[in-house]
T-cell receptor
Framework: EAQVTQNPRYLITVTGKKLTVTCSQN?????MSWYRQDPGLGLRQIYY???????DKGDVPEGYKVSRKEKRNFPLILESPSPNQTSLYFC?????????????FGNGTRLTVT | LAKTTQPISMDSYEGQEVNITCSHN???????ITWYQQFPSQGPRFIIQ?????VTNEVASLFIPADRKSSTLSLPRVSLSDTAVYYC?????????????WGAGTKLIIKP
């Protein structure tokens, strides 16, 4: 089944403890992206990747890192999480780099930083 | 950037047809109108996309008038499971990361 898989689904951590949220897609998509969703603010893009070893900042990149060493994986790294990074995170991918191709989203990771 | 405007919420009843209108006055020539559906604690799911006139698939229809400044998502004979948030986006064709502005969407509540 074609899908975007994020892990973990839920994560509670403390301020400053490094964490990684994994994202994997099995559709051979070039483009991958991370979003965070907060009440009243909609979805905001954190980072995106047009292809392997090509990443760039989205709207809200501060406090996050990403890497794209292989096409299927696009992990999101929080080196020193803070409470304002408590949010619902979504990874997405799409075929090609044309923006009118539909995005496929994972089921989300709910992160709580205390 | 093409910003879209849609109602914050709508109510309807099972079996009815629901139309959600989206305004996109600044749409560019190569922008596509795309709708997503999101259930609580799930990622958005692509519903339908169009450029102009009418597009229909197994889930919905999308009507886009000639001036393309607005569009209407039509959900035929809705059921309780259609209760969700619906997002209208203008996506630019081409090889880029055209920044998507995801607004608050339209919260659709279907009543029995």
């Amino acid at each position: 089944e074609a899908q975007v898989t994020q892990n973990p689904r839920y994560l509670i951590t403390v301020t400053g403890k490094k964490l990684t949220v994994t994202c994997s897609q099995n559709m051979n998509h070039e483009y991958m992206s991370w979003y965070r969703q907060d009440p009243g603010l909609g979805l905001r893009q954190i980072y995106y990747s047009m292809n392997v070893e090509v990443t760039d900042k989205g709207d809200v990149p501060e406090g996050y890192k990403v890497s794209r060493k292989e096409k299927r994986n696009f992990p999101l790294i929080l080196e020193s999480p803070s409470p304002n990074q408590t949010s619902l995170y979504f990874c997405a991918s799409r075929a090609g780099t044309g923006t009118n191709s539909p995005l496929h989203f994972g089921n989300g990771t709910r992160l709580t930083v205390t | 950037l093409a910003k879209t405007t849609q109602p914050i919420s709508m109510d309807s009843y099972e079996g009815q047809e629901v139309n959600i209108t989206c305004s996109h006055n600044n749409i560019a020539t190569n922008d596509y109108i795309t709708w997503y559906q999101q259930f609580p604690s799930q990622g958005p799911r692509f519903i339908i996309q169009g450029y102009k006139t009418k597009v229909t698939n197994e889930v919905a229809s999308l009507f886009i008038p000639a001036d393309r400044k607005s569009s209407t998502l039509s959900l035929p004979r809705v059921s309780l499971s259609d209760t969700a948030v619906y997002y209208c986006l203008a996506l630019r064709g081409g090889d880029s990361n055209y920044q998507l502005i995801w607004g608050a969407g339209t919260k659709l509540i279907i009543k029995p």
